[in-house]
């Protein structure tokens, strides 16, 4: 799939607005058509960059999406829920896919958001601010696939250096790393499996939505029953792109950007086509 027709979603967490008052900063903006889910999950349609949904991202506070919780709370206690929880459970941004020559135009609706009050960087108690990226896949085979995951797991300390910039506290809060076990099986340069043995493998090792390369979406779309099997209560929506997590968001900060998270995650992308490359840096990482 060449460059200019990949599209990428991006996910942004921040603290200190509702998500009606970040859609009103929206909408005050952009323009388009705003319509409530619930007290707590707001959608615009109609935007410069195609639609918007601005939620909190807890599933107990949207009655309408309960599904499989064991919990379910009704209309009224789940917005009161929202309500007491907003200072520590972060609102969402979330931007539908668009070409990925489009990504700067994001931080325009991040300094929006920061103009309302939107704050935030990083941490936020024990977990992070995350900002998400949904990238669809160049192609959905094995070994395009493989080499993605094989590339990631040797850039990954990498990353998360680079990500942490020197703080303890943002490097406590990652997504935790793939198991050793299972980072050794995948850099074995005989690693190259057919889809159904590499969805096994990923689940048996990670049956978590928790890894800065987060694959159950993509295998969920390529074999949903197998994945639900494993997590029939996770929260998964099943799409062709590689769910990348481990990036923090700063929409506290005046002038962060989602760039420098997208270049690294192109530098994933760079060494995965270079088989070649991909081959000796898999036996150093695995030494």
Excluded at 83 to 91: A, E, G, M, T
Excluded at 180 to 187: H, I, S
Excluded at 258 to 267: F, I, N
């Amino acid at each position: 799939m060449p460059d200019a027709d990949r599209r990428v979603g991006v996910e942004i967490e921040f603290l200190g607005l509702s998500a009606c008052a970040a859609t009103i900063a929206l909408v005050r903006h952009y323009g388009g058509v705003a319509e409530v889910e619930d007290p707590h999950a707001w959608r615009i349609q109609g935007t410069p960059l195609g639609d918007i949904a601005v939620e909190m991202d807890l599933r107990h506070v949207h009655p309408r999406r309960r599904g499989n919780l064991m919990v379910k709370p009704g209309a009224r206690t789940a917005a009161l829920l929202g309500w007491l929880l907003s200072p520590v459970v972060p609102r969402e941004l979330i931007v539908a896919p668009i070409a990925v020559n489009r990504l700067p135009e994001i931080d325009r609706a991040v300094s929006i958001l920061h103009a309302a009050g939107a704050r935030g960087c990083g941490v936020v108690l024990l977990d992070s601010l995350g900002l998400h990226f949904n990238i669809e896949v160049p192609a959905a085979d094995a070994a395009t696939v493989a080499s993605c995951l094989k590339a990631f797991l040797i850039l990954e300390p990498r990353l998360r250096r680079e990500i942490a910039q020197g703080s303890l506290r943002r490097s406590l809060v990652f997504p935790p790393p793939y198991p050793e076990a299972y980072r050794r099986r995948v850099l074995d340069p005989a690693y190259w499996p057919a889809m159904e043995e590499l969805i096994s493998d990923y689940l048996v090792a990670n049956p978590s939505r928790k890894r800065g390369l987060d694959l159950l979406p993509l295998f969920a779309h390529l074999d949903e029953g197998r994945v639900r099997a494993v997590l029939p209560r996770e929260k998964i929506t099943p799409r062709p792109v590689f769910h990348y997590r481990l990036p923090q968001a700063c929409p506290g900060a005046p002038d962060w950007r989602v760039m420098p998270d997208w270049e690294r995650w192109l530098a994933v992308e760079a060494l995965a086509a270079d088989q070649a490359e991909l081959l000796a840096q898999s036996g150093i990482a695995r030494a």
